[in-house]
């Protein structure tokens, strides 16, 4: 799956730094798939030339989508539930402990996978569905007589009410290619909306997936309207939404479909955990509204979410206990015994954990706009850290999208950047951060890739900007060697200049995940991973393998030429510092005169007087290691080791005073 998607928050501060513990709970997500079976979603594609061409029909790739998403969810989210609910079939059945009446209360309704946290059972089941053609055909039998929807709705209502109760997210996503399942059922169609309120106002969100066809446009005004309300904002003057439903998927032209189905339920399959909720952004004095911020782009390594007993007749997870005991007697070591103390003159100095969370209280947390600048003057490598993602929230506030919608489009307009101070949670160190306006980014299918807003890029410190070594010699490669690169460059171009991370997922990331899938479901453990990174040779070759070839023909005539040119200099071949020079230097050897082997550097020497100095101005550390270990060797001590090691012999040597 592509890694680029919205991602649960990271520490991003120091080890040791206490943080608010409710900042990082974790949003359990309850997620059913609705989909219709009918005889037109159960009619594939019509064939085609293409050698990619699509076979499934729109039920068979919603399936599949489901199998994606609760295949990707059992290693990657195993607190999420996930269910599938068919609508529309001949065959019946429910599945809850409050249902007495068995089958009979929701006709052509057949839960095939309860809501709950997908196990491999469930997931071996939903594969075989999807790959044994047979059995599909058993179960999707379309029924004849027609569907109400606020049925489907009502036992929706009761799954969610039964399985998920106290979930914070709960969702419902809907996969139909019928507008208007209700066109002259008046009353009927009351009946769906009134249900579908019941659904919003128990907390669950409704995501439609249409399917239109060749000769049939989806058009949710027909019905879909009052079945999924748009997410609008409490404040009735703030700006309409930004992001609108899914796009509907098209039949009929090749592999869009699957494509498109996966690429729109990916892109709302995972709930937005935010960093921080409802912070302050303080444009001026007085001046505030709400907000919340987002990690969009961070980096995903294999983690381990909980650990499992295999040495019994079952998997079990296994509960951890954290035991302090005392390094000498093996007592167990209670939490009041513990003390915190920093080094400071060569002794311990204690504080107790009040004086430390008032010496690490900066105030609350904020953002708040110190001023302007333009965005011009925000250099490419000025980001350490991943840019947080606001966006405005109404809770504390409203008014806020108001004023955040304002903002942004003055921002974005003007080329202008904000400079704030921000602290993200309790006990976070402040820093000084960048609020750069962004744009709304759509792919090539419409789909929204990022959304408008605003991002928190942290601006580096002088100390954590590193110096380039000057360039003392520049040589410029000649017109005709340029021209030719030009041309191998110009064949290796991406389609439409554009690099997709989205398409590159992380290999080692993927076979990590492949390896727990296999073992989890007991398969066959994979042998070879599957690199999507790997350049394609072949490919390159043929587009580009004659032009480079061209290149390195033009690059030895350009040398030869150059040889010719400067042959007869003695300045450029023998000269001091020269490359021939050094070239001669390393060919003479060490017996063939004081002139001809290199000269060892050397060391610089600093005195008692200037090492002390730079530990009064704590500078030791920015001391080159020849300067630390000659200075250590003199007085007695030893010099080998990294770095970090001399360092603490010359603060000991002081501390020792």
């Not at 969100?205 to 904002?233: A, G, M, W």
């Not at 402040?430 to 709304?440: D, I, S």
């Amino acid at each position: 799956m592509a890694e680029n998607k919205w991602k649960p928050p990271g520490d991003d501060e120091e080890d040791d730094e206490e943080v608010d513990e409710t900042a990082y709970k974790t949003v359990k997500d309850a997620v059913l798939f609705v989909i219709e079976v009918s005889s037109s979603m159960l009619t594939p594609p019509p064939p085609t030339d293409s050698k990619k061409a699509d076979t499934d029909s729109p039920t068979s790739a919603a399936l599949k989508c489901a199998y994606a998403l609760m295949q990707q969810r059992i290693i990657s989210n195993p607190n999420d539930m996930m269910g599938v609910l068919l609508y529309g079939t001949e065959k019946s059945k429910f599945n809850s402990e409050n249902d007495a009446t068995g089958n009979l209360s929701y006709p052509h309704c057949y839960l095939l996978t309860d809501l709950d946290i997908p196990a491999a059972e469930d997931v071996k089941a939903l594969k075989t569905l999807v790959e044994d053609e047979d059995e599909f055909r058993k179960l999707v039998v379309p029924s004849k007589e027609s569907v109400s929807m606020a049925n489907v709705l009502f036992c929706a209502n009761q799954i969610f009410t039964t399985k998920a109760p106290n979930f914070s997210s709960r969702r419902l996503f809907i996969v139909t290619d019928n507008d208007d399942p209700h066109a002259a059922e008046k009353a009927a169609k009351s009946s769906a909306a009134v249900r579908a309120k019941d659904l919003y106002d128990l907390g669950v969100l409704i995501e439609l997936f249409p399917i239109s066809r060749p000769d049939q446009e989806f058009d949710k005004r027909k019905f879909y309207d009052d079945i999924v309300y748009n997410q609008v904002s409490t404040d009735p003057e703030a700006p309409a939404p930004i992001s609108g439903p899914a796009k509907a998927s098209s039949i009929g032209d090749g592999i869009s479909l699957l494509n498109s189905l996966l690429s729109n339920i990916n892109s709302k399959a995972v709930a937005r955990r935010a960093l921080f909720s409802n912070i302050p952004l303080e444009v001026g004095p007085g001046f505030k509204i709400s907000v919340k911020g987002f990690i969009i782009f961070k980096r995903q390594d294999p983690k381990r979410s909980c650990y499992v007993y295999l040495a019994g007749e079952k998997a079990q997870i296994a509960t951890g206990v954290t035991t302090e005991l005392s390094s000498d007697t093996a007592r167990t070591v209670e939490k009041v015994e513990i003390k915190k103390a920093y080094r400071f003159g060569g002794e311990q100095i204690l504080f107790t954990p009040e004086e430390i969370s008032s010496l690490r209280n900066f105030g609350e947390p904020c953002i708040r706009i110190l001023g302007f600048k333009p965005i011009s003057m925000l250099p490419i490598w000025a980001n350490l850290k991943p840019a947080t993602f606001i966006y405005p929230s109404e809770e504390d506030y409203i008014g806020s999208t108001r004023v955040f919608a304002a903002l942004h489009a003055k921002l974005l307009s003007s080329q202008k950047m904000g400079i704030t101070w921000f602290i993200a949670r309790k006990n976070a160190a402040p820093v000084l951060a960048a609020l750069y306006p962004g744009p709304e980014s759509l792919d090539e299918n419409g789909m929204q890739t990022l959304p408008p807003g605003l991002w928190l890029i942290p601006l580096p410190y002088a100390d954590d900007i590193r110096q380039n070594p000057e360039i003392t010699t520049l040589i410029r490669a000649p017109e005709p060697l340029i021209d030719r690169m030009r041309l191998v460059i110009q064949q290796l171009q991406l389609p439409k200049a554009k690099y997709d991370p989205g398409k590159y997922p992380n290999p080692s990331l993927q076979w990590h995940y492949r390896i727990l899938q296999a073992m989890a479901l007991g398969e066959d453990l994979p042998e070879m991973p599957e690199d999507k990174t790997v350049p394609r040779y072949r490919q390159i070759h043929k587009r580009a393998g004659e032009y480079v070839l061209d290149w390195g023909r033009e690059l030895d005539a350009q040398h030869e030429a150059w040889l010719k040119e400067n042959s007869s200099s003695s300045s450029l071949l023998m000269g001091t510092g020269g490359v021939g020079a050094k070239r001669a230097a390393a060919a003479g050897g060490e017996g063939e005169g004081e002139g001809a082997g290199r000269k060892k550097a050397k060391v610089e020497e600093m005195d008692d007087a200037g090492m002390k100095k730079a530990f009064a101005d704590d500078k030791v550390g920015k001391l080159t290691v020849a300067v630390l270990r000659a200075w250590l060797e003199g007085k007695g001590v030893d010099g080998k080791g990294k770095k970090g090691e001399l360092v603490d012999r010359v603060t000991r040597v002081f501390e020792a005073k």
